[in-house]
């Protein structure tokens, strides 16, 4: 995972989530759960917590 692998603790990851915001740090399962259960911050476009540079394009969720 992308984001294990790019973490300073891959025990600990920021959730992005729409209920965290990307503010609490939780375990790989736990970040499954809440992407499933709550969805993903459609506003959180660049990655920076997970190994992307700011200066990265932001993903484009909406594929057009």
């Not at 992005?16 to 915001?21: D, K, L, M």
């Not at 700011?54 to 484009?60: G, H, V």
Request: hydrophobic letters at 30%; glycine letters at 6%.
């Amino acid at each position: 995972m992308f984001t294990v692998e790019r973490s300073n603790n891959p025990n600990r990851i920021k959730c992005p989530c729409i209920r965290c915001g990307c503010l609490e740090n939780v375990t790989v399962e736990v970040l499954r759960d809440h992407l499933f259960v709550n969805g993903i911050d459609k506003g959180y476009t660049r990655w920076i917590w997970h190994g992307e540079s700011a200066r990265d394009r932001p993903i484009n969720f909406d594929n057009k």
